[in-house]
């Protein structure tokens, strides 16, 4: 099952449903016992990486579902004509297709991340949502992806935990390119690129206050916090993604 409804911003084709709506169609997959598929989150970033990265456009083309992580393709998407109804933020849907899927006997395997930063997550979700099924955790060595045995390790880990959603943090777009790779290899129903969210749920990195998350000035929250780190992307994707906008607002089709 997918969306029934989609808005394309430049290259990204994003499905047009709520958090609870994704949520609810990952548990079903992954209760369902498969095909394999994985979710991609675009925010501002992707899209103008869409633009000049084939690699991570054909990731996108045969993701199962697409949602809009960033608050600028909320934006968006009202001037382009199809209003998404809300966010669905990454760390969001990780959080609550944890509890979900603690409801539903699912199990969750956590996939990569900073040392330590999987496990950091799963104690405070466990705590939270105590039949939480964790098959497992898995930090690949930097760089695992050029190597083969590495790979294979990763790939083999991730396959014996035989889990019904594997969550993956490599951030993009190595994310992206893993799932679209690995996904038949480790043969989850359901895989999700979340980036940094184990970091976040764990604690090892501060989340943007809920008033801030609210108004969509996340952004500004890590930019303050990392500004030598960041300002480049903010500098340079932000006026680019808006331009992409533009564009095809101008000249749609």
């Given at each position: 099952m997918k969306a029934e409804a989609r808005l394309r911003v430049g290259a990204a084709e994003i499905d047009v449903l709520t958090l609870e709506e994704t949520t609810q169609l990952v548990i079903?997959?992954?209760?369902?016992?498969?095909?394999?598929?994985?979710?991609?989150?675009?925010?501002?970033?992707?899209?103008?990486?869409?633009?000049?990265?084939?690699?991570?456009?054909?990731?996108?083309?045969?993701?199962?579902?697409?949602?809009?992580?960033?608050?600028?393709?909320?934006w968006a998407s009202r001037l382009?004509?199809?209003?998404?109804?809300?966010?669905?933020?990454?760390?969001?849907?990780?959080?609550?297709?944890?509890?979900?899927?603690?409801?539903?006997?699912?199990?969750?395997?956590?996939?990569?991340?900073?040392?330590?930063?999987?496990?950091?997550?799963?104690?405070?979700?466990?705590?939270?949502?105590?039949?939480?099924?964790?098959?497992?955790?898995?930090?690949?060595?930097?760089?695992?992806?050029?190597?083969?045995?590495?790979?294979?390790?990763?790939?083999?880990?991730?396959?014996?935990?035989?889990?019904?959603?594997?969550?993956?943090?490599?951030g993009a777009p190595k994310q992206e390119r893993w799932m679209l790779e690995s996904q038949e290899e480790i043969g989850a129903p359901v895989s999700m690129g979340i980036g940094g969210s184990f970091e976040l749920v764990s604690g090892m990195v501060p989340r943007a206050p809920v008033w801030m998350q609210r108004h969509g000035l996340e952004w500004f929250y890590r930019l303050a916090r990392e500004p030598r780190r960041l300002w480049k992307r903010y500098a340079v994707t932000n006026p680019h993604f808006v331009a992409i906008v533009l564009r095809q607002r101008l000249r749609p089709g």
């Open positions: 079903e997959r992954a209760q369902a016992g498969g095909p394999p598929g994985y979710i991609v989150t675009p925010n501002a970033q992707h899209v103008a990486l869409l633009e000049s990265s084939a690699e991570l456009r054909e990731a996108y083309e045969h993701a199962w579902l697409s949602v809009a992580d960033g608050v600028p393709l909320i382009l004509g199809v209003p998404l109804p809300g966010r669905v933020n990454g760390t969001d849907l990780f959080e609550v297709t944890c509890a979900a899927a603690a409801e539903s006997g699912v199990s969750v395997f956590l996939f990569g991340g900073k040392p330590g930063s999987a496990e950091g997550a799963v104690r405070v979700l466990s705590e939270r949502h105590p039949t939480l099924r964790v098959a497992g955790t898995y930090c690949p060595p930097m760089g695992f992806e050029r190597n083969a045995d590495e790979r294979r390790k990763a790939v083999e880990a991730v396959r014996q935990a035989a889990a019904g959603v594997v969550f993956v943090g490599l």
